[in-house]
């Protein structure tokens, strides 16, 4: 079976029962936060890729946001090609599932 990573942006709509383009920051840092167990990982992580992800996203030239390019980043890694998100600054990076 192969490995699809899902997009805050995604989880929000299904979990939060809400149009998907009106859901708050607060709602995303709620499920965020119900979803990481252990925050200083992803810190770690972060703070250990921060170049990477910001040169991917300088030339990306706009189409991914930091955050956007921190997961196309972590799916090269881990060998995730698909990600299901409403985002479309994602196309040609991964396989997009809407």
Not at 16 to 22: A, E, K, L, T
Not at 39 to 54: E, I, R
Not at 58 to 79: K, Y
Not at 86 to 92: I, K, L, Q, S
Request: charged share 25%; glycine share 6%; aromatic share 14%.
């Amino acid at each position: 079976m192969e490995t699809v990573l899902v997009d805050t942006s995604f989880l929000v709509a299904l979990l939060c029962r809400r149009d998907v383009h009106q859901f708050s920051f607060r709602e995303t840092v709620d499920v965020l936060r119900r979803m990481v167990p252990n925050p200083a990982q992803f810190a770690y992580y972060l703070a250990w890729k921060f170049w990477d992800v910001w040169d991917l996203a300088i030339e990306s030239q706009g189409r991914l946001t930091f955050n956007d390019a921190l997961l196309v980043i972590g799916c090269r890694e881990e060998g995730v090609r698909r990600i299901a998100s409403f985002d479309r600054g994602f196309e040609g990076y991964l396989e997009v599932l809407k």
